[in-house]
């Protein structure tokens, strides 16, 4: 195994001493499936390869913004364009307007947007502008949703915070984190009850409309629909975190696809194409409160940069029509069969959470709808599963509670192959049970 990965763990050995964990993000590091990370020399279409030379089927896919799969060529053009016209201005261009038009086009709660460059700015503007229309300063979120590590939204967070076990961290003043309300995700009462008790100090409910970061976690019937409804009946504004899932399970995201809209919607991954990019959008009345239109401040150097304009631009192109999101739809439905087929024969209990191209097998024999559900899950076979498929050329996200992303790159012998692999993990994962 280690001469597998001998280039890997020395590029490791020297990043760690130079980084935290020897990474930019937690999740990277591999600790939650307990091994090293593999670093990466390139990607092309639905492949990585390492530095080792493996090259392996990828799921991680940046973990979301990634549609159109590694180094496509429309968008690498498109970067390179924008790169030989200068990096950035510090004044307006004309692609901001390109891309504002087509994400103002595309997102039913969004008529004035603002681009920013990461999914925390997002949500963390989007709430700003929640408290500062209300007058309101609480936030009622889902307990495992994960919207970006700004201090009120790190209370009880999903994704590498769940990994972690550092669900509210060190760092972070109590005086704000008491700002923060928890609910459990699909619990349509508990939102109701906290509202009906402390509704005037409420200024959203902020929510993933499908969460994807305690894994792939489909709203349930109705629920999103009583959000709206309760919101509408007390001034509470509602929040879509659809920073992982706009222009991915829907061109117009969750929103669209539920027929729900939002008063503020916070962007990110798929808009900037793979290149650093967010946006946050919504009601009219209330994006004329934020700078330089009205007193809610929020501001960013490299905001709206060109390059990271011309990849979202040159991304959602190819999502245009239906035909790509059918395409999607039909390459991951082909995955989530597999798996569930594969894990049945070997006799190891998954249900897989899916809406179109994000997804996430988890290891138990219930359906997960919310936090509780996914935490209750057989982690250790996770852990062992993701080895095993990482040595057969498979790389997944490397936690329990992160979706896999489909990307328009995976053809069905890359499925398939997927498919193979997963059938040999899994007989891996019950001999070890
Ligand atoms: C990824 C993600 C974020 C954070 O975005 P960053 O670009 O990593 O800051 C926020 N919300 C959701 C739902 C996400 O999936």
Redesign the pocket.
Known sequence: MSKRYAKSIAAHAIAKRLMPGGVN?PVRAYQAVGRLPITMASGSGCTVTDVDGNAYIDYVGS??PLIAGHAVDEVIAAINKAARHGTSFGMPTELETQLAQAVVGAVPGIDVVRFV???????MSAMRVARGATGRSKIVKAIG?????SDALLVQAG?GATTLGSPSSPGVPEAIARTTLLVPYNDLSAVEQLIAEQGDDIAAVLI?PIA??MGCVPPADGYLEGLRKVCDGSGVLLIF?????GFRVAYGGAQALYHVKPDLT?L??VVGGGL?C?AYGGRDDLMRRVAPDGPIYQAGTLSGNPLAMAAGLATLELLQGDEAYAQLEQTSAHLAAGLEKAAADAKVGITVGRVGSMLTPFFTDTPVTDYAGATACDTEAFGRFFCAMLDAGVVLPPSQFEAWFVSLAHTDEAIEATIAAAAKAFKVVAKSA
């Open positions: 993000s973990f979301g460059n990461s999914g925390t700015e997002a949500t949703g994960y919207h970006g590590h994704s993933e994807g970061n975190d659809e920073v992982m899932t916070a990110g991954k650093p967010a």
